[in-house]
């Protein structure tokens, strides 16, 4: 808050009044509304939309209190509607969704370069609200141009900084981040507080780096008040409160909006209340018809290209990030046979959805693999192999960056009580692994230019682009091989000491 004695003394004549801030974060291009999976009856009811999150703004729009309505990075990827051209613009319909809802500013997440960075500058200039991020730097330049926006809400002046996480190059392929640069967020957001406290009542980070970042920069911040957040898609019931700031976050995919009403008093929040708002598409009674119209088109769109059927599941597909799943043991098998390699694996995080068993279309395999992500062989010796499946196993240990899911390739480990891997055995195609042998691998390109290090734990020397999209050699797949049946069949096995007594 503000400190200088000169403000100390302004403070009696500052405002109060009582704002709502909307929010949403990581909506991935959720236009449409999805089943609520983790209700326990059948048929599920139907959640999000554009549609049933527009029904709750505009209701709180008619409670009469002046309201800002924010979102928190990632909109794009996530359904096909980001693949679809609208005027010049990938994932341009989304926005023009958004654009009717009435942001008035949000952040660009990682996702939002999943289309390249030209496409970026399209959507960004589509925008009829405020893109703002006070860190992210093409050369010497902001992106947006815009680091942050004061508002006039009420009586208040509502200052609001965008911020996208420090992360970026971990989370988004290299090929559309030439010439990025990322500033250390808490240090950017310090700056740009700096520069509006003075000129503000009420101070929000809209930023795009996970909860517990969050939490962690609102520790170090002085001058900031609230914090909204994305990237981590965490369901916050009720806000945090760290060093006087309130972090919340709203879940994803539209499912929930996120209303926090605050009431400020001479430059502090001296009440507030929250609730995370359920977008239950049977609540909504009057739907705005103009957004109605336009979700329909892109429905009928998507459904005449992707609807078809391709061939039916036997089981469920269920994917694990810290372990072998049957869903990532099918798509690398698929990535193995496609590319003629040794082995082939698929990092976790780039499989996005579960899927019931039963029919499967198009529209079910561009929802799992999202990403424009391209098959691509590499070669690498046994040795580097061998580091590759103890790479593997720590990640499973620690969880983080998530598993490669593999095929060709199988392993055993043991995590011994103090924590520490130990690979017991190696095969590729059940021949123990020969350290001098070049093997020749196969994942996509978002793992091998510039992730590698990462998931492999060195860099590919030798590698060959195919030119084939993985969803479209998955789709060519299961239309040769209608019947779909994958099961988890032990290609990693773990003894874990800490479990035994």
């Not at 996480?165 to 989370?171: K, M, P, Y």
């Not at 690979?423 to 390109?445: F, H």
């Amino acid at each position: 808050m503000k400190r200088t004695l000169l403000l100390l003394f302004l403070a009696g004549f500052a405002h109060t009044q009582t704002i709502t801030i909307l929010h949403t974060n990581d909506m991935h291009c959720q236009f449409a509304p999805s089943p609520a999976t983790w209700v326990q009856k059948e048929p599920k009811p139907m959640i999000g939309g554009l549609v049933a999150l527009e029904s709750l703004v505009r209701a709180e729009r008619g409670k009469g209190v002046p309201t800002l309505l924010l979102d928190a990075g990632d909109i794009m990827t996530g359904t096909p509607i980001a693949k679809i051209n609208s005027n010049g613009i990938l994932g341009g319909g989304f926005m023009d969704m958004m654009n009717m809802l009435g942001y008035r500013a949000m952040t660009i997440g990682n996702h939002e370069f999943d289309e390249g960075q030209d496409n970026l500058g399209k959507l960004i200039a589509a925008a009829r609200f405020d893109v703002l991020s006070a860190n992210l730097y093409q050369q010497d330049h902001l992106i947006t141009g815009k680091p942050y926006a004061i508002y006039k809400i009420g009586k208040l002046r509502v200052g609001v900084i965008g911020l996208t996480l420090e992360r970026l190059f971990d989370e988004t392929a290299k090929k559309n981040l030439e010439g990025i640069r990322v500033e250390e967020p808490t240090a950017a957001a310090q700056k740009a507080i700096d520069e509006i406290d003075a000129r503000t009542d009420l101070v929000i980070v809209l930023s795009h780096q996970g909860v517990d970042e969050d939490l962690d920069m609102a520790s170090h911040l002085h001058g900031a008040d609230i914090i909204v957040g994305g990237h981590s898609h965490s369901r916050l019931n009720k806000p945090i409160r760290r060093n006087g700031v309130l972090v919340v976050q709203a879940d994803s995919k539209t499912r929930y909006l996120g209303r926090l009403t605050v009431t400020v008093s001479a430059d502090t929040v001296s009440n507030y209340s929250y609730e995370l708002l359920p977008a239950w598409v049977d609540d909504v009674k009057k739907p705005n018809k103009k957004l109605q119209k336009l979700v329909q088109e892109y429905q009928d769109r998507i459904q005449k290209e992707y609807g078809q059927p391709i061939g039916t599941l036997l089981v469920d597909w269920q994917r694990n990030h810290a372990a072998e799943s049957n869903i990532g043991n099918y798509l690398a098998d698929v990535i193995r046979s496609a590319c003629a390699a040794d082995f082939a694996c698929l990092n976790s995080g780039g499989i996005r959805k579960d899927v019931h068993k039963g029919i499967l279309s198009k529209l079910d395999i561009v929802e799992i693999l999202p990403f424009t992500n391209y098959l691509t062989r590499f070669q690498v010796t046994g040795a580097q192999l061998l580091t590759l499946i103890e790479s593997n196993a720590k990640s499973a240990l620690r969880q983080e960056p998530g598993i490669l899911q593999i095929s060709g390739l199988s392993y055993s480990y043991r995590i011994d009580k103090g924590g520490a891997i130990q690979v017991l055995s190696s095969a590729v195609n059940g021949q123990p692994i020969d350290p001098a042998r070049t093997y020749t691998g196969a994942t996509v390109d978002f793992v091998v230019y510039g992730q590698a290090e990462k998931y492999f734990g060195f860099a590919v020397d030798q590698s060959e682009a195919t030119g084939v999209l993985l969803s479209d050699a998955v789709i060519d797949y299961i239309l040769a091989h209608p019947q779909v049946e994958s099961r988890i069949d032990g290609r990693i096995t773990v003894i874990d000491e800490r479990r035994k007594p």
